[in-house]
């Protein structure tokens, strides 16, 4: 169960007359204060007949308006193609807004995104980390961008917290031309988190929380804007829950900090994103597997029974982050963006070395497993506006680069217990003592992309065609030693094709051929070949479907394959 409270979003009334106190409430208002007044006196006829009540909402500069009811957009952000509206994109895409995050009591985008059908999260709340799978392929830690540009959300959790979030853009299938390749290479879909930014109307909302059994919490979203025009604009956010949560006897402790700048002038628009997110998790819910040959399902315990007392999980996740555009003239504009991200993460960690049976026994291992991240992520690109004779373009030239280091120390039990998912047993003891993590990997994946829309009869055909040359260069290291122990480099295009055809203003149909890349596997020491590194792994898509714009409401439906080729010993 969970029960949040907020104060409400500021409103401004039209009235004929003012009385002092409405005076004041018109005060309190334009200073951004949500005002309520209680038990004011009867209203005089000429009150009764008030002009209908007006509310005052700003939008971001740039995105997409809200769909009817608000809780979604009519477009969303896709990446090198740009903002485009749904109706004119030949993928399946949608967009969430910040409305439809307050509205649900979101606390991380896992909670925005299992509203889609196509989504699905493989963890529980409380869990070790939020795993999201889209069209039956998970998206592995740190493969969501943010504003952008990937390798700046947790690598450890997955876990991006809805304070920070104005929009959450999902596109289902590859997106390695739209995007570039992940770091993980998450074929399935893409994910984009789009930071809160302040509004034209001056804001100011402060909420608190219970979410049972007893964890409490508060938050706080300021945002203003200033100067000439309104042209530069601050936001910021904060938000802290602690206590038990899900899991008896757990703890969950969280701990958020945003905040945002930009500009916006007639040519040039500009922002800074800096945010800090903490978690301190007693007794997390790590996945457990079954026997494989496995016939009968054990009874299913109490949801909130702790299978793993003792564990504990420490992160800390810090990012900067700009982007700024300029229009060179009416049909040129340069961008560009650039972000960096450090986070460290402490675990006491269990693993089975037997998975469960059908009476819920089990063998678990205690470890430490401790880790660190570093990670720069940029890109640049020139999007151009023309026309050649009857048909329109928009092409686009872009470039990305990301550069990652992750380290880790793993020291694992001597021992291990017996324990049953009714009745756990105490985790083992870990022994040794802890070090730091120590260098494990030093990735680079860089990547060139071209892409042209063009629009024929008016606007009711839509053609994209594109390619992303992409190299990926990885480096391993021994955490003991420091010795290199393998290296890995190479490289591969990967195409796009996308057609819309609007029959209607209200219908599309739309198809496409994509690709997806993730980075090739090594052969293990156990093999023939041990050590031979593979060419990176080209997934395909292809996918045809109708949307449908009822005015309150929209449809798409569609029929897709998406294959991937896989390794075996």
Request: avoid cysteine.
């Amino acid at each position: 169960m969970t029960r949040s409270f907020r104060a409400p979003a500021s409103r401004l009334t039209s009235q004929p007359t003012l009385r002092p106190i409405a005076a004041l409430a018109r005060q309190l208002v334009h200073a951004g204060l949500a005002f309520a007044a209680v038990g004011a006196t009867a209203q005089t006829a000429q009150s009764a007949a008030a002009l209908p009540e007006v509310t005052v909402s700003g939008e971001a500069e740039g995105l997409p308006r809200p769909y009817a009811g608000g809780q979604m957009a009519r477009g969303s952000s896709l990446g090198i193609l740009g903002t485009t509206d749904t109706m004119s994109s030949p993928f399946s895409s949608t967009s969430y807004t910040s409305e439809l995050i307050q509205d649900e009591q979101a606390r991380t985008i896992g909670d925005v995104l299992v509203n889609d059908p196509s989504v699905r999260l493989n963890t529980a709340a409380g869990g070790f980390s939020e795993d999201i799978q889209v069209r039956g392929f998970n998206i592995t830690n740190g493969d969501i961008g943010l504003n952008g540009l990937y390798g700046l959300t947790s690598s450890t959790s997955n876990r991006v917290p809805a304070e920070i979030v104005e929009r959450v853009d999902l596109l289902k299938g590859p997106g390695t031309l739209i995007n570039g390749i992940p770091p993980g290479g998450s074929i399935g879909g893409s994910i984009n988190v789009l930071t809160k930014h302040a509004g034209d109307a001056p804001l100011t909302q402060l909420g608190v929380g219970f979410v049972s059994d007893s964890q409490f919490g508060g938050r706080v979203d300021i945002g203003r804007r200033f100067g000439e025009d309104n042209a530069w604009g601050i936001r910021v956010n904060g938000a802290y829950r602690d206590g038990e949560a899900s899991i008896d006897n757990g703890n969950h402790k969280t701990g958020v900090g945003a905040v945002a700048l930009d500009y916006r002038g007639s040519r040039l628009r500009w922002s800074l994103d800096a945010y800090t997110q903490q978690e301190d998790i007693d007794d997390f819910r790590p996945q457990i597997g079954f026997q494989p040959s496995l016939t009968a399902l054990p009874a299913a315990p109490d949801s909130r029974s702790n299978w793993f007392p003792g564990t504990t999980l420490k992160m800390e996740d810090n990012v900067v982050a700009s982007r700024i555009e300029y229009d060179v003239t009416d049909q040129i504009t340069a961008y560009a963006g650039i972000g960096y991200r450090d986070g460290t993460a402490e675990q006491m960690f269990p693993t089975t070395t037997t998975s469960m049976n059908s009476a819920g026994n089990f063998t678990v291992r205690n470890s430490y497993y401790d880790s660190y991240s570093k990670t720069t992520s940029a890109d640049v690109g020139v999007r151009a506006r023309f026309a050649t004779g009857s048909v329109g373009h928009t092409l686009v030239v872009s470039a990305a680069n990301l550069d990652q280091e992750l380290g880790n120390a793993y020291i694992p039990s001597s021992g291990t217990a017996a324990s049953n998912i009714y009745n756990p047993a105490a985790l083992p003891v870990v022994t040794g003592a802890r070090i730091d993590p120590r260098k494990a990997s030093e990735a680079q994946n860089y990547s060139i992309a071209i892409a042209d829309t063009l629009s024929f009869a008016n606007d009711r055909v839509l053609l994209t065609l594109g390619l992303r040359d992409q190299t990926v260069d990885l480096t391993n290291f021994n955490t003991t030693t420091g010795a290199q122990t393998s290296s890995y480099k190479e490289s591969a295009t990967s195409p796009l094709a996308g057609i819309v055809f609007k029959a209607t203003d209200k219908v599309s149909l739309y198809g496409n051929y994509t690709e997806g890349l993730t980075r090739g596997q090594a052969a293990p020491a156990t093999a023939a070949n041990a050590g031979e590194v593979f060419a990176p792994y080209k997934s395909e898509q292809y996918e045809a479907g109708v949307k449908v714009d009822w005015g309150s409401f929209m449809t798409t439906a569609s029929v897709f394959q998406i294959s991937r080729p896989n390794s075996m010993t």
